[in-house]
């Protein structure tokens, strides 16, 4: 089975410091892994996605995650935040089978960015 | 592209009615759409999968006939919460995989307020 942990409920940064949210999966396949973010009373929008072509990704927004296989990681980074990125973050890997050849996505909890002016 | 739309933004409903909430897919043909339930301040609670032209796919805990789900054509399908309760008050979000796509990369519609009262 499929999981994700994200480290840390809530991350504050200033303004123009380095964003970094961790995610560790876990998978008994090669990983499918995602980053959406989601503004309050929004749906999710998709940052950056890894599907095992090039380890360092790059996203929207200025966003970009390295996967580290050899620390089952998954982290998403930003070198100067921004107010506007201030939003709920969720990692997500590839899940369970669900027919008609697709699969689930299995949620981290989500981690809650701040940023501080 | 990959846009998501859904129907209504936000609905007030009285106990014992029932609301039905479309989800399309704008740009792409879905041949499998996601339902979701969102709780303040939690993570996305994954309810059924949809498969265009057959049974929607429940998960263990969620009610098959009080969340009525249809996805009668590629780029259409609707949740129908039936009997409404005030503990059916929550954030629906649908999300769509595009078929074309091998990465199972979901795309999020923004998200129905239902208010039971």
């Known amino acids: 089975a499929q999981s994700v942990t994200q480290l840390g409920s809530h991350v504050s940064v200033s303004e123009g410091a380095l964003v970094l949210l961790r995610c560790n999966y876990s998978?008994?396949?090669?990983?499918?892994l995602f980053w959406y973010v989601q503004y309050p009373n929004q749906g999710l929008q998709l940052l950056l996605k890894y599907t095992s072509a090039a380890t360092l990704v790059k996203g929207i927004n200025g966003f970009e995650a390295e996967f580290k296989k050899s620390e089952t990681s998954f982290h998403l980074t930003k070198p100067s935040a921004h107010m506007s990125d201030a939003a709920e973050y969720f990692c997500?890997?590839?899940?369970?089978?669900?027919?008609?050849?697709?699969?689930?996505?299995?949620f981290g909890k989500g981690t809650k960015l701040s940023v501080i002016p | 592209g990959a846009v998501v739309s859904q129907h209504p933004s936000r609905v007030i409903c009285k106990s014992g009615t029932s609301v039905k909430i479309e989800c399309r897919s704008l740009?792409?043909?879905?041949?499998?759409m996601f339902w979701y339930r969102q709780f303040p301040k939690q993570s996305l609670m994954l309810m059924a999968t949809?498969?265009?032209?057959?049974?929607?796919?429940?998960e263990q805990g969620v009610e098959k006939d009080k969340f009525l789900i249809n996805h009668a054509s590629l780029t259409l399908s609707t949740l129908t919460v039936t009997s409404a309760h005030p503990e059916d008050s929550s954030f629906y979000i649908c999300?769509?995989?595009?078929?074309?796509?091998?990465?199972?990369?979901?795309?999020f519609g923004p998200g129905t307020r239902l208010t039971v009262l």
């Open positions: 998978s008994s396949v090669p990983p499918y």
């Open positions: 740009d792409f043909q879905a041949t499998t």
């Open positions: 999300s769509a995989r595009d078929a074309r796509e091998t990465t199972d990369t979901q795309y």
């Open positions: 997500a890997v590839r899940g369970a089978y669900s027919g008609a050849g697709s699969y689930q996505l299995t």
């Open positions: 949809s498969n265009e032209g057959s049974k929607a796919t429940y």
